[in-house]
């Protein structure tokens, strides 16, 4: 079965700080990866996706991340962090045999101090 | 712009009762999806469905029961509400197999 790890329950970064978040995957074969984003009384919204092919994966509101398979992960990261992007971020596993069954993490929450 | 629409922001109701939670979404996609959110456990996944008529159990389903008479709807069933079914209700939708999810704005459930 898959499976998501996000080690970090609470992040606090400065604004116009870099901000790298982790998440780390179990899954048999290669799988589908996903960043979502919530911000407070909203639903979850797409950041990016991996599905297959390069690497490093741009998203929207100037987020990338990388997939390792090495190390099975799945960072996301930005070079400068805005007020508004404090909110809870989720990393998500997709299995290929499933029909868009994805298996979340925990979720890291995001303060941005001014 | 695509939508997923859930019928209720907040509801309250009373142990014992039957409770359903609605979801519409308008972008004629195939499966749609029931999660829970809980704090500190993420999202789970409850209920799903591929097709009309179609469902299968996802990782928690035990108290729980789903309908898909149409493609745009499916809804949430709580037979006899419990006090640990208070929770987020996250409704959610996808074009194909294994794409991005689009969710809805979340029903907030205190079961009292």
């Known amino acids: 079965a898959q499976s998501v790890t996000q080690p970090d329950i609470h992040i606090t970064v400065s604004e116009g700080a870099s901000l790298e978040l982790r998440c780390n995957y179990s899954?048999?074969?290669?799988?589908?990866l996903f960043w979502y984003v919530q911000s407070p009384g909203q639903g979850l919204q797409l950041l990016l996706k991996?599905?297959?092919?390069?690497?490093l994966v741009q998203g929207i509101k100037g987020f990338e991340a990388e997939f390792k398979r090495s190390q099975s992960s799945f960072n996301l990261r930005k070079p400068s962090v805005h007020w508004s992007d404090a909110a809870e971020y989720f990393c998500?596993?997709?299995?290929?045999?499933?029909?868009?069954?994805?298996?979340f993490g925990d979720g890291t929450t995001l303060t941005v101090k001014p | 712009d695509v939508k997923v629409t859930q019928s209720s922001r907040y509801l309250v109701k009373r142990t014992g009762e039957k409770v359903f939670l609605e979801c519409v979404q308008d972008m004629d996609h195939e499966n749609m999806f029931w999660y829970r959110q809980d704090p500190g456990l993420g999202l789970r996944l409850i209920y799903f469905?591929?097709?009309?008529?179609?469902?299968e159990k996802g990782d928690i389903p035990e108290g729980y029961s789903v309908s898909r008479e149409k493609k745009e709807r499916f809804s949430l069933i709580l037979e006899s509400a419990s006090t640990n079914q208070t929770s987020m209700y996250l409704c959610a939708s996808s074009p194909g197999a294994v794409d991005k999810l689009f969710f809805g704005s979340g029903t907030q459930l205190s079961v009292l």
């Open positions: 998500a596993v997709g299995a290929r045999t499933n029909a868009g069954k994805s298996t």
């Open positions: 991996y599905f297959s092919g390069d690497t």
């Open positions: 899954y048999g074969a290669t799988p589908y």
């Open positions: 469905s591929y097709d009309v008529k179609m469902k």
